[in-house]
């Protein structure tokens, strides 16, 4: 007999952590709604010519690779003349062409290029996925987890870069979580690259201070040293981290370190013009942050980059981010659509709420009420009853057999049932019920049109 079990790094659900679950994808999908972004879905399996070469080197090193179906060898004795494989080498394409998508926004890009015709630009979306990462697991990183994406092409205009902004804010305001919305510019960092003479070294550069929250200063030093950068220009690389003061005081300040560099200006300009949208669009509640260490590894990203991290938690890792991306869609053939978008790390937003014991009691409500009774006469009595309520939207359940009455009260309090409804024969010739609230143990007699109205 084999043990059951679950790959690492993925996760089985409770009714209730489902509940929960559901609670943030509501709250996220209803502001996401609120602004004129649409749901679309898009395959679990893409293309691996769609995936491969979007996410940077450490990014097409997480990708979940299928092995083709069938005899994934057959292709190359085709190709060799063999039966023998063992007479000739092959690569892993020779064995898989499709991959489980690594994020929702590549695969959204290869979607608007497919349904270009069909779509009014500019284009504004939302999914609500689940995603894949051959990563190492451990708290807060999944090899599955859900991506909550909302993103809109066909405009360069710097009001949804702002416009994001306020969707990070008001999202997570509505779920009761305080948070940190650190934005940057990519342009600002090929400023910093141009700056310091390395402008062949951008991508260097960008994946080193990525990791800057993982490994620290040093390390993040040592990176770059290990990929070619001196130390003079690590120094120069330095000052930028160190500027301070107000979002207003660090643009200054980081203009003045750009020196020549007309491509970190521009982007300097693009942050200026997002906070001066946000201003007039009533500022945020949460506090918003210009970090100049935000690099967000990833290749397509072009202009403003978003990060969200919890305030309060002990888990200080990202539970939002995103960017624009000037021609994500060019790679599949349809040039010139610029786009910008962010995502939600809905378990780690799960995570956080659990640990800081925000998710209201609401949140988990299932059922509401259940039928119990002491024998046949008394459970047809209740059928049509159990009926009334959910026809009221009120989900109620009917105990499916006339047991001991402890046992049908212990069912109800294992599955956190707030009321249970007794009948029997008392109650079937008063037409009053036995209506108790499980918490508290009070119990009173109550009229079906009563209880209806207490329940909704």
Do not use: W
């Amino acid at each position: 007999m084999v043990k059951p079990g679950i790959p690492s790094g993925t996760r089985d659900f409770s009714p209730e952590e489902v509940y929960k679950r559901q609670y943030i994808f509501n709250t996220i999908r209803s502001v996401f709604e609120k602004y004129g972004y649409a749901p679309i879905e898009t395959p679990t399996i893409e293309n691996l010519s769609t995936l491969e070469g979007k996410y940077g080197e450490e990014g097409d090193r997480l990708l979940f690779r299928i092995i083709n179906s069938g005899d994934p060898f057959q292709k190359i004795k085709e190709n060799h003349g063999s039966e023998k494989i063992s007479d000739f080498g092959f690569r892993i394409s020779d064995l898989t062409e499709k991959g489980l998508r690594y994020d929702l926004t590549v695969p959204f890009a290869r979607y608007v290029v497919m349904h270009q015709n069909e779509i009014t630009f500019p284009f504004k979306r939302y999914q609500i996925q689940p995603v894949f990462r051959a990563d190492r697991p451990q708290k807060g990183r999944y090899r599955e987890f859900f991506q909550c994406d909302a993103d809109v092409v066909g405009s360069d205009s710097l009001l949804f870069d702002a416009e994001f902004t306020q969707i990070y804010d008001e999202a997570f305001s509505k779920l009761g979580l305080g948070v940190q919305i650190k934005i940057n510019n990519r342009k600002v960092l090929q400023g910093i690259a141009e700056a310091c003479g390395a402008a062949d070294k951008f991508m260097d550069i960008t994946i080193a201070i990525d990791k800057l929250d993982k490994i620290g200063l040093q390390g993040v030093r040592q990176e770059l040293t290990n990929r070619g950068l001196s130390e003079s220009q690590i120094q120069k690389i330095e000052k930028f981290f160190s500027v301070t003061g107000s979002n207003e005081e660090k643009l200054s300040r980081t203009e003045e370190l750009l020196g020549g560099s007309e491509t970190g200006k521009k982007g300097c300009a693009e942050l200026k013009a997002m906070l001066e949208f946000l201003q007039l669009s009533g500022g945020t509640k949460n506090e918003l942050i210009i970090d100049f260490t935000l690099a967000r590894g990833l290749n397509y990203y072009t202009g403003v980059i978003y990060e969200v991290v919890s305030t309060g938690a002990s888990l200080k890792s990202s539970i939002g981010g995103g960017g624009r991306y000037d021609d994500l869609t060019g790679v599949f053939g349809l040039k010139g659509v610029s786009g910008v978008g962010i995502s939600f790390g809905a378990d780690r937003i799960y995570d956080v709420m659990e640990e800081l014991q925000l998710f209201p009691q609401s949140a988990s409500k299932g059922t509401q009420a259940l039928f119990c009774y002491f024998d046949e006469a008394s459970q047809k009595y209740c059928l049509p009853l159990v009926k009334k309520l959910r026809d009221e939207g009120i989900a109620a359940e009917i105990y499916p057999s006339a047991e001991k009455m402890k046992k049908q009260l212990k069912y109800a309090n294992d599955k956190a049932i707030p009321h249970v409804i007794v009948v029997g024969d008392n109650e079937m010739k008063s037409g009053k019920l036995a209506f108790k609230d499980m918490e508290s143990g009070e119990q009173t007699e109550k009229t079906i049109d009563e209880i209806v109205s207490i329940l909704k």
